[in-house]
């Protein structure tokens, strides 16, 4: 019955969100009902009403000035169980409910790397669902969703990558067909960022993908074997990773590179500050292979800062751009400060920190290293906290000088 589905799923739209009782009876007029589930003949309208007619658990309600007519078609509120039963829907409750057990039991399990961002993940979820509300990509309505990439994101996070995995061999490793945890990728990635609460690609673990991309803002010129392609437009422009690879070098007018941590905030807030463009401004968490590409390719001698939040893991990132770039890449802005409602360092801060400090590349870098790890916190670590900037140009920051 097309009616029937179509009422089914207008009830839907309006009630799966509710996590309380519903107190009026759902009402929607009767011949919209039919004109959108396609019921446009006499004969196919008079087919369906006598199917309604027959149905004591809908009530059908007569036009007040012309009663021989319908109206309106009304599910009462004691029929609603019997019309999820019709079609193996629930209430938005029952989701809601499902979705917390499913939470909570993820979060009864000791993830081997890390513990405490699992548990901080789960912890925010539960607080989420409980409202409820959505923690994208973990949708609580999507019960079996939540579920399965709960599970994918514990897998993946569980071993250490060799860099350089290619995406389809990680995805074998993990019990997958091949091209799993490429169908999933735009997810898995949104989830990564939950987890690790900034940017994440599959690339910082390891895993090497086929669609990266490098966000961008500042003159470009990419030289190909048979011709030139400047690539100068104004705030953030992308090239894929397949350009950039086939490129043979990357030129660039500007007079630095700046790669910047934060893409959805800092960089857009500094591409429109160049008015000079005298910078290229590269968007960069943990370098994808798009970024690679880029830093391989261009002047070697071209001056190389990095603005990254200052947590384990922003230091990190600065550590992995001077081992591709294998020129000076100086910390712009990066230093540890203080906050008293800063979170503490977990398990796995510290051990990034202690690499960090045996790593000989960072011995310019220890003493705010050493500052972090000895107050016990991650301090004011994110970039948004210094504001917009204030100048028009470089350095971007009057206050701050140069970092």
């Not at 989701?95 to 039991?105: D, M, P």
């Not at 060799?162 to 389809?168: S, V």
């Not at 011709?227 to 630095?256: G, M, N, Q, W, Y």
């Not at 220890?366 to 000895?374: I, Q, S």
Request: charged share 25%.
């Amino acid at each position: 019955m097309k009616w029937l589905a179509q009422l089914h799923q207008d009830w839907m739209a309006a009630r799966k969100r509710r996590v309380t009782a519903s107190v009026q009876p759902f009402r929607r007029d009767w011949e919209q009902l039919l004109e959108d589930a396609g019921i446009k003949s006499a004969e196919d309208q008079q087919a369906a009403l006598r199917e309604a007619q027959r149905m004591p658990k809908l009530r059908l309600l007569p036009r007040k000035r012309n009663p021989r007519y319908i109206d309106k078609i009304l599910i009462p509120l004691e029929s609603e169980a019997w019309l999820h039963a019709q079609f193996g829907s629930q209430p938005g409750a029952a989701s809601q409910q499902q979705a917390l057990e499913i939470v909570q039991t993820w979060a009864a399990k000791t993830h081997p790397l890390l513990p405490e961002l699992w548990q901080g993940l789960c912890q925010r979820l539960e607080s989420a669902f409980t409202i409820p509300r959505v923690l994208e990509p973990f949708r609580w309505l999507e019960v079996t969703r939540v579920n399965d990439l709960l599970s994918l994101l514990f897998q993946i996070t569980s071993r250490e990558w060799p860099a350089g995995t290619l995406i389809r061999d990680a995805s074998t490793q993990l019990g997958h067909d091949s091209k799993h945890l490429e169908e999933q990728q735009s997810f898995l990635e949104r989830a990564l960022e939950a987890l690790f609460e900034r940017e994440t690609p599959l690339e910082a673990l390891g895993i090497q993908t086929s669609n990266s991309t490098l966000h961008y803002c500042g003159p470009l010129v990419l030289h190909f074997e048979d011709h030139v392609k400047p690539v100068d437009l104004r705030f953030e422009s992308t090239l894929s990773a397949a350009e950039l690879e086939r490129a043979t070098h990357i030129t660039t007018s500007a007079e630095r590179l700046l790669t910047v941590e934060n893409r959805k905030t800092t960089f857009l807030q500094l591409a429109h500050a160049d008015e000079a463009r005298s910078t290229l401004i590269v968007a960069t968490s943990f370098p994808t292979q798009a970024v690679k590409l880029l830093l391989q390719k261009l002047p070697s001698g071209l001056p190389h800062h990095h603005f990254g939040d200052t947590d384990p893991s922003g230091w990190d990132i600065l550590r992995r751009l001077r081992e591709i770039r294998g020129n000076p890449v100086h910390p712009f802005h990066m230093a540890w400060r203080h906050s008293a409602a800063s979170a503490p360092l977990t398990r796995r801060d510290l051990q990034i920190i202690d690499r960090l400090l045996a790593d000989s590349c960072m011995s310019d870098c220890r003493t705010a290293l050493h500052a972090m790890k000895n107050s016990g916190m991650k301090g004011d670590f994110e970039q948004e906290s210094l504001g917009r900037p204030s100048l028009s140009a470089w350095p971007f920051y009057e206050a701050l000088g140069c970092g």
